[in-house]
């Protein structure tokens, strides 16, 4: 009788995780986070040599954050869709049908997290826009038929995922998805972050509101000097 | 010199709330929180003997939830109207526009707060519903020129309101509109219900994704068996 060998971790399970516009904020945050919590990430951007800076930086940070962090990798987004088991979509809502058409086929078969926020801003602060497909979300949809799409981490601070001197997040993460393994798979990826907390919300159809509700916490942010994130209750 | 009197207590200064509605689930249960916190409440139904049959029910109930509670009185919908300073949306949506559309002169100068979420349902569960206004509470800016409306209390549990063993909820409210002396006051109302809190969440052009985010909750409760409520951090 041989010992059963010990469980492979969560954070190599997840397997390598792409991010396309890797090296805007809100991308570079979720690089670190999970590099620090050892997922191997590769950042993807327009510019290979710009997301082979970001990426280093990222390394330095998230070996800073935790000693067990994984080493960042930087491509082109084609390359990065290519090597990555699982994308995230970070990109600003004006790139995103343009980055996301050309890559439908390097992104087939795979789960596509998509945390793009369609957003306009005037005067009065941020609102929602209209999106001809329904949301950012459903647009990858339309966009990527041979992939799996969830909606997920909208409402996660990006001035916190940066901040290094913040360890844990006070935050959930509303995930949503057609395909239940799809998002229990993005459940598990948001629970790698120490704090955050994946939580089902819903099918992709219900995906606008989650996009739009961070025009709201932008204003709650305004008045409160904050920066708000959503915390889901009896659950 | 003489001793300042003692500040009146707030549920006294928010004044009479008028509940539309109050005999459904969520009326029902918002008038049984707001009387057991010392508010003057008003049920308001298409017919009156219906709603003071529910005023005698909810004082009753409201009574033994808290011994300093105020009685409930039950009105027509067009007296509750008149006789309330601040009145609450909580009709169906199918009932929404005809509902107040005949109330614009009574209610006219006075907050009126509007927590109807426009839903549709299918065997895949909840689903937003499109709104030629935008949202049930643009929709009743829209009938009520004279009228400073308010979103708020969507995402409460009416299960978590009327389960008189709940002696306190772990729930925001958001608070959203144009008006900061009418989300002030609103915030104070949502602040008189035992845990519960009013964070302000914007204006009334971004109240359509938090009436929507019902959905999604609905889709919580679906997955986890749970009353889902929301709270937002950092705030």
Redo the contacts between chains.
């Keep these: 009788m041989t010992a059963a060998p010990p469980p492979e971790p969560l954070a190599t399970r997840i397997g390598t995780v792409g991010i396309l516009g890797g090296t805007g904020d809100q991308g570079r945050g979720l690089a670190l986070r999970l590099a620090a919590a050892g997922v191997p990430v590769v950042i993807g951007s327009r510019v290979a040599d710009r997301a082979a800076q970001a990426a280093g930086e990222v390394s330095v940070a998230a070996a800073g954050l935790d000693p067990r962090a994984t080493p960042v990798t930087g491509l082109g987004n084609l390359d990065c869709a290519r090597r990555a088991g699982l994308v995230v979509v970070a990109v600003p809502w004006s790139g995103h049908a343009a980055t996301l058409a050309p890559l439908a086929e390097a992104l087939a078969g795979k789960v596509v997290v998509d945390c793009v926020n369609p957003l306009g801003f005037d005067a ?5 826009l209209d999106v001809p497909e329904g949301s950012a979300a459903l647009q990858a949809a339309s966009l990527l038929p041979g992939s799996t799409i969830v909606a997920a981490f909208h409402h996660v ?1 990006s001035v916190l995922l940066n901040d290094v001197t913040e360890a844990s997040f ?2 959930d993460v ?1 995930v ?1 998805g057609d395909d239940r393994a799809a998002t229990d798979r993005v459940q598990d990826l948001a629970a790698l972050i120490p704090g955050m907390r994946g ?5 992709l ?2 995906s ?3 996009e ?2 961070t ?6 942010n305004r ?2 000097k ?10």
Tied chains: 1, 2.
């Design positions: 009065q602060g941020a609102f929602a601070s006070d935050s509303m949503l939580v089902y919300a819903g099918r159809r219900n606008r509101q989650v739009a509700l025009a709201n916490l932008i204003s709650t008045r409160y904050a920066h708000a994130g959503v915390r889901i209750t009896d659950v």
